[in-house]
Nanobody, 122 residues
């Protein structure tokens, strides 16, 4: 069992930066791939980024490539999402998830956090 808690969301202006954190409980965090997903109002949840269990592989949605960076610190049981050059279209609730594979498909992840709101003002 893994419990995930996100933090770091907030209100930022266009072009600004935020760093999201996802803290995991349990001793098996390092065995899980981790993903970040987001959901804007009236839109479906979409993949943002994923990272393999050891951080050796990362994947990004085209819409955030070059602006967002996913990383993890297994010693701290934490995964991060550094978001730079934020745009109003990045406004959404961001959730982290843990699963066996670092993939774009949400249903493959077993554990989810409650989400943190990111709002980018124009």
């Amino acid at each position: 069992q893994v419990q995930l808690v996100e933090s770091g969301g907030g209100l930022v202006q266009t072009g600004g930066s935020l760093r999201l954190s996802c803290a995991a409980s349990g001793r098996t965090f390092s065995s899980y791939a981790m993903g970040w997903f987001r959901q804007a109002p009236k839109k479906e949840r979409e993949f943002v980024a994923a990272i393999s269990w050891n951080g050796g592989s990362t994947y990004y949605a085209d819409s955030v490539k070059g602006r967002f960076t996913i990383s993890r610190d297994n010693a701290k049981n934490t995964v991060y999402l550094q978001m730079n050059s934020l745009k109003p279209e990045d406004t959404a609730v961001y959730s982290c998830a843990a699963g066996q594979y670092a993939v774009k498909v949400a249903r493959t992840y077993n554990y989810w956090g409650q989400g943190t709101q990111v709002t980018v003002s124009s």
